[in-house]
Every structure is written in C-alpha cells, then in structure tokens.
C-alpha cells in the first residue's frame, strides 16, 4: 500500500492473511464432514465436551499446518511460493466449482453426508468400545456374530488386520487418553483430526502461511474454527437441513479462485521487482 493512504504494507498484509484465512476456513468447514461430525456428537454427548475434543483437535492442525507453511519459504523462494500457492488456489477453485455445478440444488448432498458422518461415529464406537468390528468395506460386525462365527467368518465380509504392534499401541495410547481427557474429548479429538488431516483446508492454510505471517494465519484460521465449530455443536443438525451444499460449494469456488488470481499477481510483481542480479564483469 502506498504511504499516503496512511497504512504500512505490514498491516495492510496482516489483515489481508487473517481475513483470508478466515474466509477460507468458512467456506471450507461449514457443512463438511468433520462439521456434520461435531453435530452429531454433540446431540449424543455434552456440548462442552464435544466442542472442546473437536476445537481441541482444530486448534492443533491449524498450528502444524502453519508451521508447514511457515517452513516453506526457507527451503523455496518466495516468488516460487506464490506462484505455487496461486496454482494450488486455481486447482481447488475449479474443482470446487465442477462439484457445484454437478450437484442438486436441495440439500440432498448435506444429508447424504451426514449419514456418512453417522456411520463412521458408529464404526468408531463399535471399533473401540468392544460392542463390535469394522469390516474392510465399512460394515459394522456386532460381537455377538464375531463370537458366533458369522458373517466375517463365512466370507461375507473380511477385515485388513492390524499389526498387532501397532494396533496395540494405538489401542493402549487411546485408552489412556479416554482416562485422562474422557472417551467423548477422545472421540471428539481423533475424528475430527482424521477428517481434516490431508482435507482441502490444510493445504490452503499451509500455502496461506507460506505466503503471509505465520502467527496472523494460524489465529484467523482458529478464529474460523471456533466460530464453526461452535456453530456446528449449537445448531449444526438445523443449520445441515437448511443448507445448500451446491451453493456453499460454488461460494467456496469464488474465494478460491480469487485467491488463485491474487497469488498469482503476486508472484508476478515479484518477479518483475526482483530480476536476477547482473553478474560483474572481472576486470
């Protein structure tokens, strides 16, 4: 920003990084899976405890993928960041917008979601409470045909085994930390971590941090986080039957293309700023 509008270029970039990644992660978790997750949870289990499990687990991705971003600018230039950040933007930008314009204009998709957010709470409760075991394909085994014979038994359905190591050092860390924080603060915690651990809003905040102050990334995207992750664990089964996926979908499309085409104008004032040095000619 020039000096005679009164605002440095560090502020102007500050407030530019945090409304991004506000924006970003509204767009992003509103209506998906891990949002439908918190809602679900939250109807079974005490609010408090739900919404501390899920922000919880928020609040440290937003974190790790700040620090990611933050790392990146010391192993790439930052011309090279920007323009990367303005591609991956334009990727996710018109993918977002394919999958709109492919989807119904009623909230089928949002339903149809959380009946998929249903089932893998179920499948976590029957996985870690002893009531039953999750099948290659999804299905739910209850123990009293595990103790039966039937139907993994049969051939119906097989589940991938573990490594008995590793399955029983996930179990034990699991179980001490049902003891320690509560199987809801658990549960909570470890879904909501798998759902958006790789998600799209991870590799936005990682390039995001990348390209702004780390610190000013990591708390707009946790002010996103707490506002829809309260607004999923208040009224999220509401909010889920009156939302239209197909519109928050090509919303989300919008912003990110956006944000491609800034990242990109970015990289190219860059560019043109900071030509490479001439070399001196020895004498």
């Given amino acids: 920003m020039s000096p ?3 605002s440095p270029p560090e502020v102007e970039g500050s407030v530019h ?4 990644a506000f924006s970003m992660i509204i767009f992003s978790e509103i209506g998906d899976k891990t949002f439908l997750i918190t809602a679900i949870l939250a109807m079974r289990h005490p609010r408090l405890l739900v919404f501390a499990g899920a922000f919880g687990s928020l609040v440290v991705m937003s974190i790790l993928s700040a620090a990611m971003g933050h790392i990146l600018p010391t192993l790439i230039p930052k011309r090279w960041t920007q323009l990367a950040a303005g591609v991956l933007f334009l990727v996710f930008g018109v993918n977002l917008f394919l999958e709109g314009k492919n989807m119904p204009s009623g909230n089928e998709k949002v339903l149809e979601e959380m009946r998929e957010a249903e089932e893998e709470i179920n499948e976590d409760v029957a996985e870690h409470d002893g009531t039953g075991r999750v099948t290659a394909n999804g299905d739910v085994i209850p123990l009293e045909e595990i103790e039966a014979g039937s139907p993994s038994q049969n051939g119906h359905a097989r589940e991938k085994p573990k490594p008995k190591s590793l399955k029983r050092i996930l179990g034990g860390t699991r179980n001490l930390c049902n003891f320690l924080l509560g199987p809801v603060f658990v549960q909570g915690f470890v879904l909501t971590f798998l759902g ?3 998600d799209r809003s991870q590799f936005a905040t990682i390039m995001l941090a990348a390209a702004h102050n780390v610190y000013i990334v990591a708390l707009g995207t946790i ?4 506002f829809c992750t309260a607004l999923a664990v208040i009224a999220g089964r509401y909010i889920s039957t009156k939302l239209s996926a197909k519109h928050v979908t090509l919303g989300g499309a919008a912003l990110f ?3 491609g085409l800034i990242y990109l104008y970015e990289a190219s ?4 700023f ?3 040095h001439e070399q001196i000619p020895r004498g």
Wanted: net charge negative; proline share 8%.
């Fill in 4 to 6: 005679m509008n009164g």
């Fill in 17 to 20: 990084g945090l409304a991004q």
């Fill in 196 to 198: 958006e651990w790789g």
């Fill in 223 to 226: 002010i996103g986080h707490t």
């Fill in 257 to 259: 293309l956006c944000f």
């Fill in 269 to 272: 004032q860059l560019a043109y």
């Fill in 274 to 276: 900071d030509p490479p």
